[in-house]
């Protein structure tokens, strides 16, 4: 199968801080890949990197198959990205933003009436078109960002702790979402700390004080820890001690 | 292309949503160029004097009639005595006491030095020598009038002439100084203050993640505020030649293409300011006390340069505002042309490519 990321002793440092200590994996193209971390354990660095946002201080990687350090701008055209802080214009409509993101990431412009009009329609908002976006209500935006980060239909997108700060059913709902794009054939690299995110991943991977420390899917971490959740699994990597 | 297009319309989007961000774009022009034009003059109007006349003779007299009728002064009392002119002058009432001697006629027909005492409040300097040379232009020009043939031996007669702006319009030193003033508060403190937003709200990375390049985004935050704040200068020109009757003696053309050469130079140094700092206050006051103070009191646009202490006077040539004050001068009150010009032209072009390149090095170290 075709990697869609793939990454060899990756590594960042500030200074003397290691934030990203040589971490090696693998995603396949369609997979959702969950990345777990208590904060400062350097998902986001890692992330960051990834995206071309951050240099690697050493190591290799390459995201749809293009390599980081010299085809950034290559990998900008085949990724969408939607960040734990909000990625839409508040004093912009939910039309207008649709177009604003349709229009930097180059859709024609012919195409993007009947684009915003098939988000409208999947999300079931099509009444709050002309409102501005701070008029929303939080779970509402977030589905809203990431169809936004989808709207020129990459091949990956990165999901930085996308549904911080909503409530269960809105972030079920915000799941399906991710699924169907999953289904049709689009790499999901997302980062959460909700152990229950977890357990909807294919593989999850767990990162400690800047290390990868498990890498599976989630079942088989189960069985590994001999525990019956990904929080006790979790609890046992990152904070060192047994939830038995 | 496309790309761009569409950044540049989200910028417009932000800037007509905001009422403030309007407000300070197109009020505060009008504002600040209506309240320097006549508000803060520093011409002489109907300055209150008072007139000592020991002499009581015709030419004291027509003297004092040819002062007031000048329309500089206003005769706020005749006093009997020199302990009169202290009290008038502590009670503040007067700015300028003219003082006839006995004898003066007496001196004056027989062709002997005669004197008339001006006596000014100096607690305002300024005020108080315009007060002085105007009257004393004005008591010259009537000897000159009634001996048109005097030879008078040993006796220099000097005569300024006010080149360039014979009436001493404040207008015309104020509204170059507003025109540099305003353009570089409004481009700098609002191109700062917004790329500091998008970095607030997270944005910006969102934008950096894109296949939007660096320099689109840089450029897409300028074009908007660009033309914006040509408008507004274009406002300001057309102020101070309609309402404040300053001249435009020198090519329009000419003076439209330095002040975008300015607007761009102000955006540059907006940006460099928003690649340093993280927050949307922050921004603000850098703005201010980076750009804001220094244009006022460096600039020449309020303190004459020439008198400043050495080390601010070396300092006063980083003042970007210096040459465009001396430029925007230069093209409407004395009707130069790019020949004369280029130097201070060369410099903001300098300074614009300079802060361009650090804003664009800088936002490449951030994310490095």
């Known amino acids: 199968m075709e990697k869609a990321v793939s990454t060899h002793q990756l590594t960042k440092r500030f200074g003397d801080f290691i934030a990203t200590n040589a971490i090696t994996f693998d995603v396949a193209q369609g997979e959702i890949f969950g990345f777990l971390g208590a904060n400062g354990a350097g998902k986001t660095t890692a992330m960051r990197m990834l995206c071309g946002l951050l240099k690697p201080s050493s190591g290799e990687a390459t995201v749809a198959g293009f390599d980081v350090y010299r085809q950034s701008e290559k990998i900008k055209q085949n990724i969408g990205y939607m960040s734990q802080r909000f990625s839409l214009y508040e004093d912009l409509t939910v039309r207008e933003n649709i177009r604003f993101y349709g229009g930097i990431y180059g859709l024609h412009r012919a195409d993007i009436p009947a684009k915003t009009h098939q988000i409208l329609q999947k999300l079931g908002i099509e009444s709050v078109g002309d409102s501005l976006v701070a008029s929303l209500p939080l779970g509402w935006k977030q589905k809203l960002a990431f169809s936004v980060a989808l709207i020129h239909e990459p091949k990956i997108v990165f999901l930085d702790e996308p549904t911080g700060g909503v409530d269960p059913i809105t972030r079920r709902q915000f799941w399906d979402l991710i699924y169907e794009a999953a289904h049709g054939g689009t790499t999901v690299f997302v980062t959460t700390h909700y152990m229950d995110e977890a357990e909807y991943c294919n593989r999850v991977s767990i990162m400690v004080d800047g290390k990868m420390q498990a890498l599976d899917t989630p079942a088989g971490l189960k069985t590994t820890y001999d525990v019956d959740s990904m929080d006790a699994v979790f609890q046992i990597l990152a904070r060192g001690t047994s939830a038995k | ?368």
């Open chain 2, 1 to 368: 292309m496309n790309r761009f297009i569409a950044f540049v319309r989200k910028e417009f989007f932000h800037i007509l949503r905001d009422r403030r961000t309007l407000l300070i774009l197109f009020g505060l022009p009008l504002a600040q160029v209506l309240l320097f034009g006549f508000a803060l003059t520093n011409e002489i109007k109907n300055a209150k004097i008072a007139i000592l006349d020991n002499d009581k003779s015709p030419h004291s007299q027509q003297i004092t009639n040819k002062l007031l009728a000048s329309g500089y002064f206003q005769l706020q009392e005749n006093l009997r005595s020199n302990q009169d002119i202290e009290r008038a002058f502590r009670k503040g009432t007067i700015k300028l006491a003219v003082v006839f001697p006995t004898g003066f006629t007496n001196n004056y027909e027989h062709g002997r030095n005669s004197q008339i005492q001006l006596l000014a409040d100096a607690s305002e300097q300024n005020t108080a020598i315009s007060l002085t040379n105007y009257a004393t232009a004005i008591i010259r020009d009537y000897t000159a009038e009634r001996n048109p043939n005097a030879q008078l031996p040993l006796t220099i007669d000097v005569r300024s002439r006010m080149v360039f702006n014979p009436e001493l319009k404040g207008a015309f030193v104020f509204v170059p100084g507003v025109m540099a003033m305003v353009l570089l508060l409004v481009s700098a403190l609002m191109t700062s203050v917004t790329i500091a937003r998008e970095r607030e709200t997270g944005t910006l990375e969102v934008l950096m993640v894109s296949p939007l390049s660096q320099g689109q985004i840089l450029l897409g935050k300028v074009v908007p505020y660009l033309l914006l704040s040509f408008l507004n200068g274009c406002v300001i020109i057309a102020l101070g030649v309609f309402v404040l009757n300053v001249p435009l003696n020198g090519s329009l053309l000419l003076l439209l293409a330095e002040t975008l050469l300015f607007i761009f130079l102000a955006l540059s140094i907006g940006i460099f300011i928003s690649s340093l700092v993280e927050t949307q206050l922050v921004a603000m006051f850098a703005s201010l006390m980076a750009m804001l103070l220094p244009t006022i009191f460096l600039s020449g646009f309020i303190f004459p340069i020439e008198s400043m202490p050495k080390p601010l006077q070396i300092i006063s040539n980083i003042i970007p505002a210096k040459y465009f004050i001396g430029i925007v001068k230069g093209i409407m009150i004395k009707g130069a042309g790019l020949q004369y010009l280029w130097q201070p032209t060369l410099v903001l072009i300098g300074m614009s490519v300079l802060f361009m390149g650090l804003s664009l090095r800088n936002l490449k170290t951030r994310l490095a």
